[in-house]
C-alpha cells in the first residue's frame, strides 16, 4: 500500500498553462475560475464539487477539455483521481490470499451445514434427541463470517491500487468489521448447542442448565456493538489523502467514543460466552472435584476458538484507542491487519469446520460400533415388533 503523499496547494501562475512534473496544464485560468485548485500530489480537485483529477503524471491524459452547457462548465475529459492506476502491492496480495482461503471456508462451511443436517435426521430415525434449533445457527454465522471475509480481502485489492483512497478502503472496512461480531455469534450458538447437549446427556435439563438470560444478555451485548459500530457515515475514513486530512477527519472518527464503546462490547459478549462454558463446566460435571479436572471435559475446539476470538477482541480494543495499529488507517502494518485481524477469524473458522468434520466421524463410528455390538439390531427388531402389532391391530379391526 503506498504511503500518504503530502499534499500542498501549487500557485496558480499569471499565464494559461503550467508545467506540473513535465507534463504541461492547459486551460489553467479556467480552472482557477471555476475553485480548482492545483496540489502537489498531481491532483486537481474542486472541494466544492468533489470533482478530482489527475494532472501532472506521465501516462495519464490530464484534464484538458472543456463543455459548457448553459451557465455551468464542467471538465467532460480526464483521468479521476479515485482510478486504479497503482500496481498491486503487499496488502493487495495479501487480500487476495486471504479472499481465496475464505471463499475455501465458505464452501466448507456449506458441506458442515450438510453433513450436520444429515447426522440430525440419522439421530432423530433412531430415536436420538437433537437441539436442531440451535445447532444450524452457528453455520448460518458462519458462512456469513466467510462471505464478509472474501469480499473485504478482495476489497484490498482496489485499495491498493487506487491512487487516492476512496470507496474500496470503505467496502474493506465496513466487510471487515461485520466479521468480529458475526464471530462471536456463530461461537455463542456453538456453546450454547454443546451446553444444551450436555444437559440432555446428563438428564440435567432442570437442574444444570445455565441462566436464561445468557442468550439475552449476549444477543443484547451484541446488538449494541452493531447498532455503535455499522450505522454510521463512513465516508470520512476514505479522507486520508494528506497527513493534514487525515489527522483532521479519518482519525476522530476511527477513534472516536462509538468505536471505542463497541469494541467494550465485545468483549462483554466474549466474557459471556466463557461464562457459559464455565457454568456448564461446573453444573454437568460435578463428579469432577478438582478444577483441573474439569476443564479437561471442555472439547478442545473451545479453547482454541476462545483463544483466537482473545487475540481478535484484543486487538479491536486496542486500535479503537491507537490509531497507528487501527485497521481503518490508510497504510497501516499488514502484521497488524492481517496478523491479528483476518488470521485469527480464518483459523476460528478452520477449527469450527475441521472440528465438524472430527465429530462427523466419530460418531458415524459410535453408530458402527453400536450396531456391530447388537444394539443396532435390537433397535431394528423392536421397530419391527412395534410395526407387527400395529399392522395386527388393523387387520383385526377391518375383520
Not at 508545467?19 to 492547459?26: A, E, F, G, R, S
Not at 483512497?165 to 466479521?179: K, T
Not at 438470560?213 to 489523502?241: E, G, K, V
Amino acid at each position: 500500500m503506498p504511503a500518504i503523499t503530502p499534499r500542498n496547494v501549487v500557485p496558480y501562475p499569471n499565464t494559461d498553462t503550467v508545467t506540473l512534473n513535465d507534463v504541461i496544464l492547459y486551460n489553467i485560468s479556467t480552472f482557477q475560475q471555476l475553485n480548482y485548485t492545483l496540489y502537489t500530489n498531481f491532483t486537481l480537485s474542486n472541494d466544492k464539487t468533489g470533482e478530482c483529477w489527475l494532472a501532472g503524471l506521465h501516462g495519464i491524459t490530464p484534464p484538458l477539455l472543456l463543455n459548457t452547457t448553459g451557465n455551468k462548465t464542467r471538465v467532460v475529459d480526464g483521468t479521476s483521481c479515485y482510478t486504479p492506476i497503482r500496481g498491486l502491492q503487499q496488502h493487495g496480495t495479501l487480500g487476495i490470499v486471504l479472499a481465496i482461503l475464505f471463499a475455501l471456508s465458505f464452501l466448507c462451511t456449506v458441506h458442515s451445514l450438510r453433513r450436520h443436517v444429515t447426522r440430525q435426521h440419522i439421530s432423530v430415525e433412531s430415536g436420538g434427541r437433537t437441539t436442531s434449533s440451535t445447532s444450524h445457527r452457528q453455520w448460518y454465522w458462519l458462512l456469513l463470517v466467510t462471505a464478509c471475509g472474501t469480499i473485504s480481502g478482495f476489497m484490498a485489492i482496489d485499495v491498493d491500487r487506487y491512487y487516492l483512497p476512496g470507496l474500496p478502503l470503505v467496502l474493506q472496512s465496513v466487510f471487515y468489521y461485520l466479521m468480529l461480531p458475526m464471530l462471536l455469534a456463530a461461537v455463542w450458538e456453538s456453546v450454547h448447542h454443546w451446553t444444551l447437549q450436555q444437559q440432555i446427556h446428563q438428564d440435567q435439563a432442570q437442574k444444570g442448565g445455565g441462566p436464561s438470560s445468557l442468550p439475552l444478555l449476549f444477543y443484547l451485548s451484541l446488538t449494541t456493538t452493531f447498532l455503535l459500530s455499522i450505522p454510521r457515515n463512513w465516508d470520512p475514513l476514505q479522507r486520508q489523502r494528506s497527513p493534514e486530512q487525515t489527522a483532521a477527519t479519518a482519525q476522530p472518527v476511527a477513534t472516536d467514543a462509538r468505536f471505542r464503546a463497541a469494541a467494550v462490547m465485545t468483549v462483554a459478549s466474549l466474557l459471556v460466552i466463557c461464562y457459559s462454558l464455565a457454568h456448564s463446566i461446573m453444573s454437568n460435571h460435578q463428579q469432577a472435584i478438582h478444577h483441573y479436572r474439569r476443564c479437561r471435559q471442555l472439547p478442545w475446539k473451545f479453547k482454541l476458538v476462545v483463544i483466537l476470538l482473545a487475540v481478535r477482541v484484543g486487538y479491536a480494543l486496542a486500535a479503537a484507542f491507537r490509531w497507528e495499529i487501527n485497521p481503518f488507517r490508510y497504510g497501516v502494518r499488514a502484521e497488524w491487519l492481517y496478523g491479528l485481524g483476518y488470521l485469527p477469524v480464518l483459523l476460528a473458522v478452520g477449527v469450527m469446520n475441521v472440528t465438524a468434520c472430527l465429530e462427523e466421524d466419530y460418531c458415524y463410528s459410535e453408530r458402527s460400533a453400536e450396531d456391530e455390538s447388537g444394539e443396532g439390531g435390537q433397535r431394528e427388531i423392536s421397530e419391527r415388533n412395534k410395526l407387527g402389532v400395529a399392522l395386527g391391530i388393523v387387520r383385526q379391526q377391518s375383520g
